[in-house]
């Protein structure tokens, strides 16, 4: 690949991913309020929000961590998105696989731990504990995926995957109990509804943004655009047979966000222990009973 | 060459001149002895001079072998001789300089332990065996506490029993053979001894000589005793009259018992030896106590390396046995100032750091760490061991592998004891070192340090000593002559 | 003379220099003036880091017959230089106001500079052994020397040290086994005529050898069952003492283990053994011991609340990880386990230094009795930040890079058990090396550490060149991967083809120089997205949404003590302290046995048990 092209993807990427992400947000918004029967945000709401958020006047900084925690948080994802091929662009996705990928989307998570605990609030604190344990939790069956995924291809390197899907049908056909336990883990990853109990958005005082306003809160919801947008393109990288072109791959990620949430968003939510027995239990033991059937 | 009787005569002599002249003149009672231990050190070194290596062997009175009494005087005696003279004048008793009853006893015991050294027949080997246990006896129970007195008791009974059985062996060997000359009985053995019941000889004199060797089922008297006597005499007979009755034991295996069946069971009592030894020092919970059971499971190895059969087990068993004997007399002499119980010791090394410096080298050597002499001694064995193609022998090895990390918790449990934080009233009262107290282990310590640094000459010399040692047609040749060649 | 004669020889004259001036203020320039010597030595002998021919040293002499070989290959070298450069860091580190610090509670600094010098030339010589025997004096004396750095803190470090040195004389005492097995069936103890034997040797018998160096090398390498020692000695052990311990020392175990198991036995012959009634190889075995050394140890790492035993702890994980690598036998997964060698012992140094650095000022190195010192020691913050970003393995440190080659190796040799079980012990790193940076640095400051001020240069300067390197070979893996290459080649494992920016593979590479790049440039625009846009104004820290409440200084809300609540709560009754009770087993076993042997000598009817023996022995003989 050409130099040109290919810091024209790095630059790209993240453009599009931050726009397709803003769409998610919305659609998640707007399915949240038709199933609680509201009528839910106008169109160019996340938008605003954002904008909002970076123009207040009044910016409560706890220090040059807390500026530097959301820093972390947003450019790690700016640089994860350039990791994750989407129709026509490669990006550096030939450079580090799924594990680098999956790697890289740590340091976000750290980037906002860092800021939270400059705060010094022990909300905030307690907040980040559930969110590592949260990761834990997660972390396990997703790992199990990646490894019987790899495996069943041969490859770490996503656009391989891809490619290889198109040849041969979607992995969710090929390992359907992989697929499964992938779209637990996934939804554990998003911070979502039943699993959300460490974002605490409903009870902000009770969760890491309890310190974060304004910009601080903006680059939040930045990185949430990304954390939707990612999610939704590694799964249908990993079991969709990516995108041929950009319309069926938009349908695809919006169906991989959208699906799960209507049917979670209407389970109450899981307290932090209990999400670790749900995630160790059935994802786990789907998991690898896929990898057997992967790989024997 | 009769020169050699007087290591043997002269503190014979001065035993019983000293309390007659010390009577009449005070200081000949200090002096006395440690002058005569100088002068038949000086004997001996100049004996082994002259002889230059090869053995020789001399006839008191002028009767010939098989009537007279023979010294034979290979490197092994020699060394012996020596290390009797030297390792009595470096440990001479306190008590030996106000009383002459006790100089007398040690000049006693000194002459015998030369004579058994020296000895070239079962009869004054005997002999000198007996007035060793006799003047240990007396120097054992000197300090005249109850517990001393109660300790050599049981030490008196023990050795009383041990006396009947090794004299029993003997007779036993009398009756098969009809000599008691060594050269005479080598020349004999093939034909007489090697059969149930020269073994049965063999047995009853190990377990009768074997009392003063420290062996497994015959040595329950050491704890009391090196507990209740005098940290010197205890240090003597751990470290010297030990290896005695060790060496006259593998003179005789080597010369008169060529049953393999004699190594198995020096193997297993060396053995069990080692593990109960080891196991009771590391239970133990005071200084005196534990490095009495550490001689009990030293003891065990020397065994344990002689029991490998040919000139190998020979060489291992003597360097066990020298090494020991520079370590064990060290660390006794260190109780000295350290006796009683750990708890009372929290602290004391840092107010004597050399004495504590010292223990740890001991005690390093005595576990075997490279490149001190105890590693190398502690290898031979083992390679030895691992060496034969026999389950009893990789088993003994195993013990000891065992045996050595117990051996280095409880040493280092002691060790690091000493710069425990002690309670401040406790550590007042333990006594601090001073050059005295430290001399001897410091020599020795010195000594030790040279063989690390002289390891490969050191392990040459001893490799001939134990050649000559095997050699059992060197040994006739040399008493009988040349001509007397074995069957 | 050679160059490893002139390595060696400086590393003894850097003893005895240091001996002498061990009581003067200036002991630990003459250490680290040696150890820099040292390294500069070293440097003359870096082709071997590039696979140039072993080099002999001319101080080879006999002994009993058996010649003593001294020699360095590109393993040696490569262990060499990390040694030295934990050395020279700690002693720096060790010099200058933490030396006075040190000497005003009562203590000696020279001391701590003679045994980490005696550490540093006992594991040169180590490196340097040519023979079977010339190895296990090595090991006995570097066994011998990290006792001595152990033991010299006094108080509850004597505890501790013993409990090492019993663990490490077992351990030596099984190597002697295996030596004089090896001895009795080679009838030498080259390593030549080993490899020359091994091949017509039984299964029982590689399995034997196998085992019996391994539990010599286990045991210092605190692989396990043999490591319950190693977190209270370590973490017990003077501040550069333990940087340096902690840093390479028990990859000695690992050296060796490198040497027995791949370089002489052959991983080849260790697959080969099939345990009886399993489906599993001798090798399959020892990667699941791998694997549970690195998940047990991370997650008894996360219950800590004393932040050296936390990291002493991850040590003992951190391990597994190295071990499970080099057994996989593939280029990618050695690679990743040599390679992890070099960038833990960077991580743990800085992350040591700078714990030490806090204990420096504040005099605690408990969890729960410190927070908010960012403000106060943003440097040392710095240094710990990329410590436990490189220990826990995220990019763009050089600990994502060694563990990303273990992972990937896994993966491509179809281990999907122990790809999770390594995957976990990550996330376990990932939440407790959180809590301790969130315990010490972030949150609530202290009233009592108001006053705290930045660790002095001597320390921060070591702590920065530290973190420098661990960012710069986590950029450019491929200095490092040279090196591993060629200690690849000397052990006789395939060879990683590498680039300067980590692995070419066409089925998924790695390159760190691009994605660092990236990432760097991600932060920045993102930086720029935040510093572009309105202006934030700092507040106080007590300025804190409370529920209503007002915070003052002197109420304590940092929130540390019981971080994983929830997590506890859900595995907290897994940690039974199976391995803490076997040893208690053992030891009570061994203590009524002792007891027994004890008894045996207090019979108050002596003769009797005499009389008995005799006619036992009597009627067995006839």
Known sequence: ?296 | MNLIALVVALPLLGAFLLPVGARSVGWVGRLLGPALLLLTSLVVIVLWRDSGGVPSHIELGGFQPPLGITFYLDQLALVFALATSLLALLLWPHAAWRDARVAALMLLMVSAASGMALSGDLFNLYVFYELVSVASFGLVAAPKTGAALAATLRYVIISGMGTVMALTGIALIYTQTGTLNLAHLTLLSATTLDNTLGLTAFVLILLGIGVKAELFPVNIWVPEVYATASQRVSALLAGLISKLAIIVIIRLLVLLFPQPEALTLLLVIGALGVLLGELAAWHAKDFERMLAFSSIGQLGLVLMAFSIPGQAGLFAGLAVAMHHLIVKPALFVLAERWSGGFAGLAGAGWKSPWAAGLFILFALSLIGVPPLPGFWAKLMTLLGLLGQDNWIYWTGAGIILLATVFEANYLFRFGLGLFKAGSESRSAKVPVHDAGSLGPSLILGAVLLIATVMITPVGNWLAGVADQLADRELYVTTVLGAGRELP | MSLLDALLLTALGTLIATLATVRTRWVGYVASLGLGLQLLVLFLLAPLGYGAPAVTSGLAWDLFGQPLVLRYDAMSWYFALITLGAGLVSSVYATGAWSDHYRAAGRSPGWLQFALALNVFTMLLLLASGDFLSLFIAWELVSWASFLLMALAAGPALKWSLRYITYATAGAMSMLAALGIVFHLTGSLNYADFMAAVDQWSVGLITLLTVLFGAGFAVKMGILPFHLWQAGAYAETPGPGMAFLGAISSRMGLYGMMLVWVQLIGLIRLIEVHIPLTFLSLRDVLMWIAAFTIILPTYTALKQNDARRLLAWHGIGQGGYMLMGILSASALGSAGGILHIFNYATNQAVLLLAVFAVVYRTGTADLNKLGGLFTRMPLTFVAMLVGIIGLAGIPPMNGFVSKWMVYRSLLSEGMPLLFVASVIGTLGTILSVYKLIHNTFLGQLRLEHEPVQEAPWSMVIPMMVLALIIFLTGFMPGIVLDWVAAVQAAVGLPVLPHTLGGVADAHGGLDMIMLVLVLFAGFGVSALLFYATGRSEPVHQLDNYAGGHFLSADVRYHYSDHFYAGLMHRIGHWYRGSFLWFESVVASLASFLAQWSATFYRLMQPALPMLAMAVIVLWMVS
Not at chain 1, 98 to 104: E, S
């Open chain 1, 1 to 296: 690949m050409e130099i040109g092209k290919r810091i024209a993807d790095i630059i790209l990427m993240p453009i599009v991913a931050f726009v397709i992400g803003l769409f998610m947000v919305l659609m998640l918004r707007k399915i949240a309020a038709k199933l609680q029967r509201r009528v839910g945000p106008p169109f160019f709401q996340p938008l605003i929000d954002i904008i909002k958020f970076y123009s207040k006047t009044t910016q409560v900084s706890h220090g040059l961590l807390h500026d530097i925690g959301i820093i972390m948080a947003v450019g790690g994802y700016l640089a994860a998105e350039s990791l994750l091929p989407v129709p026509g662009m490669d990006g550096l996705s030939d450079k580090g696989g799924i594990i680098t990928l999956t790697y890289f989307l740590m340091i976000p998570s750290l980037g906002l731990a860092l800021g939270v605990g400059q705060c010094a609030n022990p909300n905030g604190s307690i907040g980040i504990s559930r969110a590592l344990t949260a990761m834990l939790a997660y972390d396990i069956p997703f790992v199990i995926v990646i490894f019987g995924v790899a495996w069943h291809y041969g490859t770490t390197d996503l656009s391989e995957m891809i490619s290889l899907q198109q040849a041969q049908g979607w992995g969710a056909f090929e390992m359907p109990l992989l697929a499964l336990a992938g779209l637990f883990a996934l939804q554990g990853m998003m911070g979502k509804q039943p699993f959300e109990i460490y974002v605490a958005p409903a009870e902000i005082a009770t969760g890491p943004m309890v310190e974060m306003g304004g910009k601080y809160m903006g680059g939040l919801f930045v990185m949430q655009c990304f954390q939707l947008y990612t999610a939704g393109v590694l799964y249908t990288t990993l079991f969709l047979g990516g995108g041929t072109h950009w319309l069926d791959f938009l349908i695809k990620i919006f169906a991989v966000v959208a699906i799960p949430m209507m049917i979670a968003f209407t389970f109450p939510r899981y307290r932090t222990e209990d999400m670790l027995r749900l995630m160790w239990k059935w994802p786990v033991l789907a998991g690898l009973l896929g990898i057997a059937f992967v790989m024997y």
